[in-house]
């Protein structure tokens, strides 16, 4: 009796390890804050800005992390994946980095509570946030700054390219996310001055 519990013990462990197949490995990520993380208080005469939800391409617009193998070419990770949705990580760090880096307006995310005549309006729009077989990471697209009535005050294209420090997407993440860095210090900049 022993023998055959031994026996069928040993077929059953050889179909289990034939059937079974490896396991498939996803790797998360999000994409790191720009610095500070303070939040400063609002001051009572700083007008609001609403940050509308960033728009992303298509081919942008995916769970996997995006990488461009040639010039025509390119792959959407099915290991390598945002935690969140890429166009809210963005839309939250934007609306972040402005409170930090200008004091014009009082940065804000469209919320439904939120009445928005009047106010005026931040629209990004991005073509390009992907690594590339170059060894950099690409963000590129245009920014609109929209005045309480609709009106359009600027439309300002950005193009970055920063350098990836080792292979590999956590290092294409940070790489994107130094581009974002960039990306808000221009559009500080303009707020301040505009």
Do not use: D, R
């Given at each position: 009796m022993k023998k055959w519990r031994i026996v069928?013990?040993?077929i059953v462990g050889?179909?289990?390890g034939c059937?079974?197949?490896p396991e498939q490995v996803s790797n998360i990520y999000l994409l790191p804050s720009g610095g500070q993380m303070t939040v400063p208080a609002i001051s009572t005469n700083q007008p609001l800005l609403v940050v509308r939800p960033v728009e992303m391409a298509n081919h942008l617009s995916g769970n996997g992390l995006v990488y461009q193998l040639s010039e025509t070419e390119v792959v959407q990770a099915q290991q390598n994946l945002w935690a969140e949705s890429i166009s809210e990580q963005l839309t939250r760090r934007i609306n972040h980095d402005l409170r930090?880096?200008?004091?014009k307006y009082w940065p804000t995310e469209l919320t439904p509570a939120l009445a928005t005549s009047g106010v005026p309006r931040l629209q990004v729009k991005v073509s390009q946030?992907?690594?590339?077989?170059?060894?950099?990471?690409k963000v590129s697209g245009e920014w609109l700054l929209l005045d309480g009535n609709g009106a359009l005050?600027?439309?300002y294209p950005f193009s970055y390219q920063v350098p990836l420090e080792q292979d590999g997407y956590d290092a294409q993440v940070k790489a994107l996310s130094?581009?974002?860095n960039r990306l808000t210090s221009q559009m500080a900049q303009r707020l301040s001055v505009g």
């Open positions: 069928l013990g040993g050889i179909l289990a059937s079974s197949q930090q880096k200008q004091t946030f992907n690594g590339h077989y170059s060894g950099v990471a005050q600027g439309v130094e581009a974002i």
